[in-house]
């Protein structure tokens, strides 16, 4: 499952019309599509842990549609 790397769902809705920000994690290809629909989540942001990779859990996932590499829809 990608990484979304938006503090909230709302932040992420807010960048609608502008590129994904993400971190890929699969081991097994590429996951982002610059056409098509996506299931990804976050990695908690904590004061006493900013570097993305002390983050542990998840605190959103969302269903993000990319059309032309650019946010079209988020759910």
């Known amino acids: 499952m990608m990484i ?3 503090k909230s769902k709302k932040e992420l809705k807010a960048n ?3 590129a994904l920000d993400y971190t890929e994690t699969s081991l097994f290809g590429e996951e982002y599509l610059a056409n098509g629909t996506f299931t990804g989540c976050n ?3 904590s004061p006493e ?3 993305f990779n002390q983050r542990k859990g998840r605190e959103y996932f969302a ?3 990319i059309i032309n590499d650019l946010i079209t829809k988020v759910n």
């Open 4 to 6: 979304l790397n938006y």
């Open 16 to 18: 609608i019309g502008k």
């Open 43 to 45: 990695r908690p942001y």
């Open 49 to 51: 842990y900013p570097k």
């Open 63 to 65: 269903s993000v549609t």
